[in-house]
């Protein structure tokens, strides 16, 4: 497959790389792991005239926590990064266990977190998990560094809200207040299959009450879904038989899915509630464990 | 072990686990496939294919492609015409387009060719390209198809007034009429076999190379059978044969899809006519995707007519087949549907009757293949499914119902409800391996306890006999040519040896596997045999390799030409101990005089001396070749069962064990019939679980790409536990049978059977394939069957 005639430029700062934003005028694309704007080249469904290379870019590739919990993933972290980092393995359930559930190996040694939550695919896996966490993006463009919550980040499918001259330079997952529990599921057909499907839920405690919960689905409407109703049953009491079913009924209510080759909407809604399901209760049947 | 098998398998001939000499180079990247050819002077072809299902063409506007700089030819099927060559015949006596004219017949299809000096080029000079459409209304199914009023779609065949393809019957009507009159129970299922993609790694794709100057044309192409191209090229281009080279390289798998002649082809070879240079086309996957030979497709009402006791008295069929817009089934039998009548071999059913119709639709042609013998694969599927249902309604063990109504091994030669000759057999044998493999009554008592607890575990079985390696050439034959193979070896003076034969391996691991039969016949090591197969201006005329008929037919003649070539080692081994032929007798790779066994000569030795010192009046050289024309097809026989666990909440199915007991007959390679076996076996999974290509109602193929288009990955796919039964096939030299597609096409039913049994309480008594997990949970929830394909809606591509 052959993409259209492009330009390619690969800066080494990222002001070079916002000077030929600025250069390319709306017409240039930038690419970080190639995952999801390579598929488009090839296909052309994308023809920029000019292609933006931040693969260069130094001291992008990080993901770090800083001493107050708060955890930054730069823009060039890949998925397997994340994979394979103690830090989230130590402290970030929700997102330990969706990271080896995007994509496929291959695809993750490449792929980016920061570049799936600008694709703004309705089925990417991220964006429901930085959600669900409450996170934010950082821009930087001409005039400087601008914090955008990936709720409004993500606008519509495939949209987000970047300028034209805009650099994601990092995903920041706020600082825990309380001790943190949560999970992520999700229904693929095969591996490296995009979400049927699904759910990340993440939750703070204060001994067994619950003080902060986000529950966001993957794949089941235009854009990334962010069930606050559903979190909101949960929080100022401890997890119970009770409290699970009804956020798992809102959630499921919550989803806007449609009926297609996955599955029908009534289908998509049940997975949605049954893994709002599965993901409570293995954190409360471990806390009853713990406790 | 005798000292003669000892050697046999150090040197590496029949059973020895061989590690495939292939793999040498495909391991380093070192293979050469059509892709990697590169001539001078090479130019690019790319073509513009049909966004609409069905349209007429108002016109096609080509001059913005020819204005951009590098485009050397652009060809519309007006252009094709005035050489008549916008049409081409079919394998099975229809036509199809290779460039659209009047109108385009399904989404996909050639409209137009571009010929550029790179590929990038010729893709811009495609986009450039109007076409102006008028849609027609669509046809994605058998029941739109046939429905009153339902538009023509070939209007440009005359007396084509519907679209019927054919109406076709075969079996004793009369006699399974009487057989449902005494039944106590009839047992019906309706079955939709989805339509899927063989779908190799490698795409399609030709250079065509033709030099003015010796009136040659060379074509480099993905084909699995070099020798039927050149005929069709020869017959319909009306070029001369010999002026005609077809080298089919390196091929990255072919499944059945590199059999039939695609338009791609043809639009290389006479762009390359035309230009004088040569022409490289290699399509991309969506291309191989939504416009090259599919597979399956298939609608079947069945019934069989039971007595109490689980005796079968009938078995009736009728089938429904969707061929798509033209009728190019890659098929070499004289009935409609292939061998579909080849269903409930195994059993011992007194009577039966098929009645077969196809239809067009706007939909791909080309079906049939996809690792299988010519809708084998459908055929035991619906066998196996069929079987279990009826068990199921009589409330019989499933193992115990087949038991009762298997053929007998004493009782072969055998006449197959449809009238086949199947020649041996040890199904009980076999399925009884099975069993106590997978452990069978432990199972069902862990069933019962695994219910208890809410959970849904669930056995499936599959058992069937199936024809594999066409010809025989009284029966079967490609465009009146006749369904032979052959092969011809040349030993060397130091006892080295090179094999031709007219298959054409793509997987199959021909180049290790011919080496080792003839080193089963003569004794030379098979590292000192090279394999070369694919070039029609070296090899022996074949007819290529699918329906698992290279080991049945060209494998067999390897063993005969080896045994030519002994032979007339023979003599020369007489002449070189000084006996006359009488007194010498053979052992693996030597000849000795029978009363003084420790005197003797290599083969090695008798090599040399057809160089160097032959007899008076004998010739010269020590090479042969042999055409093989088999009595009748092999029928290798198996045992599949599956275990699953289905989750209730969600619908998704795990496969806990599945054994597989495969009955080849003698095998050359354990290594490589096991890698055969398990290739399959993970086909038979995909195409139960997830792999099938579907339509919405505008005829949009909605798995053109491989996010759509499952194939399962090691990740998915279950471990298989292999097993064997031996049965020699008594007709073959080296008592082989096919096995390249027994899994594919016994595996399926195994794992819809399993799902099926697990959710037994819910009384549902069908899901069709794909079994995805939304499906299950329909059929769990709601309590009914799931039938067809999965349905699509036009706004939810992605
Ligand atoms: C086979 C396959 C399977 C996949 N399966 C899944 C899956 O199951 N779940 C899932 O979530 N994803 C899946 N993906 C997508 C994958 O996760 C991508 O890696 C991810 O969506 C994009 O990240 P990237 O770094 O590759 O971005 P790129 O492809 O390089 O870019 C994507 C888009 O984001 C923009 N962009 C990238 N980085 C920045 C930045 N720093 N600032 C501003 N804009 C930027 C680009 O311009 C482009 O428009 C799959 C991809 C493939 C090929």
Redesign the interface.
Known sequence: ?????FRYEAPRSIEEAIALLQQGGGEAKLLAGGQSLVPLLKL?FASPELLIDINNLPGLDYHKVDPDGTIRIGALCRHADLERSAILASRQPTMAAAAPLVA?PIVRNRGTLVGSLCHADP?GDWASVVTALGGHVVAQGPNGRRKIPVSQFVTGPFQNALAYDEIAVEAVIPAPKGTVAGGYLK?E??????A?AGVAVAIERSGAVVTRAGIALTGVGSATIDATEAAKALVGSPLSAETIAQAAELAAGAAQP???????AA?KR??VR?FVERILTRVEQSSEKAG | MTTQARDEIKIGGLGASRKRVEDNRFIRGKGNYVDDIVLPGMLHM?ILRSPLAHARIVSIDTSKAWAIPGVRLVLTGEMMATRNLAWMPTLSYDTQAVLATDKVRFQGQEVACVIADD??IA??AC?AIVVEYEALPVIVNPTQALADGAPLIRDDKENQHDNVVFDWEVGDRDGTERAFAQADLVSKLELHYPRSHPSPMECCGSIADFDRSTSKLTVYMTTQAPHIIRAAVALVAELPEHMIRIVSPDLGGGFGNKVPVYPGYVMSILASILLERPVKWIE???GNLISTGFARDIYLKGELALRKDGKILGVRMHTDSDHGAFFSDAQPSKFKIGLMHSAFSCYDIPSAHLTARGVYTNKAPGGVAYRCSFRVTEAMYFQERMVQAAADDLGMDQAEFRRRNFVRDDDFPHRTPFGFLTDSGQYGKCLQVGLEAIGYEDFLKQKEEAKSRGRLLGIGISTMTEPLGAGNSREYDILGIKMFDSAELRVHMTGKAILRTGAKTQGQGHETTWAQIVAHELGIPADDIVVEEGDTDTAPFGMGTYASRSTPVAGAAVAMVSRKVRAKARKLAAHLLEVSEEDIEWELGRFYVRSSPETGVSIQDCAYAAYSNMPDGMEPGLENVAYYDPPNLTWPFACYIATVEVDP????WDVLRFVAVDDCGVRINPMVVEGQIMGGLTEAYAMAS?QFI?FDAQGNC?GSNY??Y????A??TPGWELHEVVTPCPHHPIGAKGIGECATVGGPAAFVNAVLDAIKDTGVRNIDMPL???RV??AITQRHDVSGA????M??H?
Do not use: A
């Open positions: 497959m052959y993409p259209s005639r052309r496929d089925q229904l057909r095969r591996v490296g299959d995009f049927t449609r009926t297609d080759h996955r599955g029908s289908y049940q997975i049954t | 790319e590929p990038y893709k811009d986009e991309d996957k969506t909440q969600t619908g998704v997830m579907t909605i996010m759509d499952l194939l399962p990955t990740w998915e995805l997990p939304d949970y329909e999965p349905p699509v809606k706004d939810d992605d």
